[in-house]
């Protein structure tokens, strides 16, 4: 296996990548401008009903693009939003429709969505940066195994949420195995080292490499602030 050859998957990779998180920014660019009028002043805001018939109807064209991912939306900080009226801005496919998807938000509800606290929200929200994270079953959420990508999320300058991406972990597999086919036993890792897709048994999703296997190498996946690798069986190891 020449290493060009892994390089091209890796840049392959990249592309699946790069492409997912560039309209997922598009995305955010078209629906925050939508929140100017209900985000003016200080918070705490509410999303209008007039507000959030133009996002649903947004999301649902975006959706409808791309025929490969599960739900997206926007997502604010809690403290950004009237208690009594605070909601998450999503919409998931559900067959062959595009349905608004509600979030217990009510802190004193044991089905309480605390997801701020969940990587997702916390790389785009504080730290400010395009976010990957999973593979992990969303419990509170949609209930089902899945890849989240996150962006920043502003209005008028100010930080607000994120907007996001939910791609059930089948479809990333169906779409990364192909990627990946020409080399035997590579696999994704994810920035905890965590197999995102792998084509082994030994390297299959989810598994976590805390010591890189004998005979094995890895190389950055190139995108911008987002850190992943394909580690692959080096030749010239073994």
Same mark, same amino acid.
């Given at each position: 296996?020449?290493? &060009? %050859? ?7 990779? *990249?592309?699946?990548v790069?492409?997912? #998180?560039v309209?997922?920014e ?5 629906? &925050?401008?939508?929140?100017?009028s ?7 805001? @509410?999303?209008s ?5 133009? /996002?649903?109807k947004?999301?649902a064209?975006f959706? @409808? ?12 900080? $809690?403290s950004?939003?009237k208690?009594?009226?605070a909601r998450i801005?999503?919409w998931v496919?559900?067959e @062959?429709k595009?349905?608004?998807r509600?979030?217990?938000l009510d802190?004193?509800?044991?089905r309480?969505?605390d997801?701020e606290?969940?990587e997702?929200?916390k790389?785009a929200f504080?730290?400010g940066?395009r976010?990957?994270?999973g593979p992990y079953i969303d ?6 195994? /899945?890849?989240?990508?996150?962006v920043?999320?502003?209005v ?7 907007a ?8 990333v597999?169906? @779409?990364? $195995?192909r990627?990946l086919?020409?080399?035997?036993g590579?696999?994704?890792l &994810?920035?905890?080292n %965590?197999? $995102? ?5 030994q ?5 976590r490499? *805390? ?6 190498s890895?190389?950055?996946?190139a995108?911008?602030?987002?850190d992943?690798? #394909?580690v692959y069986?080096?030749? %010239?190891?073994?």
């Amino acid at each position: 296996m020449a290493h &060009s %050859q892994v390089e091209e998957v890796a840049r392959g990779l *990249a592309a699946w990548v790069e492409d997912l #998180l560039v309209d997922l920014e598009r995305l955010e660019s078209s629906l &925050s401008p939508r929140l100017v009028s209900d985000f003016a002043g200080d918070p705490p805001h @509410e999303v209008s009903s007039k507000t959030r018939r133009a /996002l649903g109807k947004d999301v649902a064209d975006f959706l @409808e693009e791309h025929p490969g991912l599960d739900g997206a939306g926007l997502i604010f900080q $809690l403290s950004q939003l009237k208690p009594e009226t605070a909601r998450i801005e999503w919409w998931v496919r559900d067959e @062959e429709k595009i349905n608004r998807r509600d979030f217990i938000l009510d802190p004193d509800s044991d089905r309480f969505y605390d997801y701020e606290y969940l990587e997702w929200f916390k790389g785009a929200f504080h730290a400010g940066t395009r976010t990957v994270a999973g593979p992990y079953i969303d419990h509170l959420g949609v209930d089902d195994y /899945l890849l989240t990508m996150a962006v920043p999320c502003s209005v008028d300058g100010v930080k607000v949420g994120v907007a996001g991406i939910d791609i059930l972990m089948n479809d990333v597999e169906a @779409e990364l $195995l192909r990627i990946l086919s020409p080399i035997s036993g590579c696999a994704v890792l &994810s920035r905890h080292n %965590q197999v $995102l897709v792998g084509n082994s048994a030994q390297l299959s999703t989810g598994v976590r490499i *805390a010591v890189m296997p004998p005979g094995y190498s890895r190389i950055p996946i190139a995108v911008d602030n987002v850190d992943l690798s #394909l580690v692959y069986p080096d030749p %010239q190891l073994s």
